[in-house]
């Protein structure tokens, strides 16, 4: 069965930092591309950022550029979202997606606050 | 940035009628390379978005085919040919021609 599931999401004051993962499952993590998008409470879907299938390009939405980096680890079918400097704002469910969301994960909640 | 602009934003439908969601960029979506990718995605109450249609009209892995997509260049069209009790949700076009990829704002369809 074809599987995403992420985890490190939680409670973060602002200025902290937080790293969400994403284990695939199911298929050859390699040969993709995988993307992060995220969903504020009650609000629509924002692309965050996407990586090549061999990691050799990164790209950011400019609202977290420098300080959330997309990673992956191809042998272990592993993604990454090291988030820094958080705000409210980057209060959100993130969804981990295999390329253009052919398959989606359940989410991990991020909440940033005081 | 591409604009994404869905309408309408809410659409009460009877069940066994059709409906229509429409997706207009603010720029063309046709790529470099050819392609056209517009996306659109189903978001039921309580889950996780999942892909209908890609690259305009081709229909994901067992999305049913009520389901259809339509459009070129900037203006785009989701069409539900009979609507069913679980395509309650919200939908979402993306485009994935231009950094960065954006979605338009949603369409919430409910059961007239």
């Known amino acids: 069965e074809v599987q995403l599931v992420e985890s490190g999401g939680g409670l973060v004051q602002p200025g902290e930092s937080l790293r969400l993962s994403c284990a695939a499952s199911?298929?050859?993590?390699?040969?993709?591309?995988m993307t992060w998008v995220r969903q504020a409470p009650g609000k629509g879907l924002e692309w965050v950022a996407s990586?090549?299938?061999?990691?050799?390009?990164?790209f950011y939405v400019d609202s977290v550029k420098g300080r959330f980096t997309i990673s992956r680890d191809n042998a272990k079918n592993s993604l990454s979202l090291q988030m820094s400097s958080l705000r409210g704002a980057d209060t959100a469910v993130y969804y981990c997606l295999r390329d253009r969301g052919s398959v989606w994960g359940q989410g991990t909640t991020v909440t940033v606050s005081s | 940035d591409v604009l994404m602009t869905q309408s309408p934003r809410s659409l009460p439908v009877i069940l066994g009628q059709s409906a229509s969601i429409s997706c207009r960029s603010s720029q063309s979506l046709v790529h470099s390379d050819g392609n056209t990718y517009l996306d659109w995605f189903q978001q039921r109450p309580g889950q996780s978005p999942r892909r209908l249609i890609y690259?305009?009209?081709n229909r994901d892995s067992g999305v049913p085919d009520r389901f259809s997509g339509s459009g070129s260049d900037t203006d785009f069209t989701l069409k539900i040919s009979t609507m069913e009790a679980e395509d309650v949700g919200v939908y979402y076009c993306m485009q994935a021609t231009e950094w960065p990829w954006t979605f338009g704002q949603g369409t919430k369809v409910e059961v007239k």
């Open positions: 990586i090549r299938a061999d990691g050799s390009g990164t």
């Open positions: 690259k305009v009209s």
């Open positions: 199911g298929f050859t993590f390699s040969d993709y591309w």
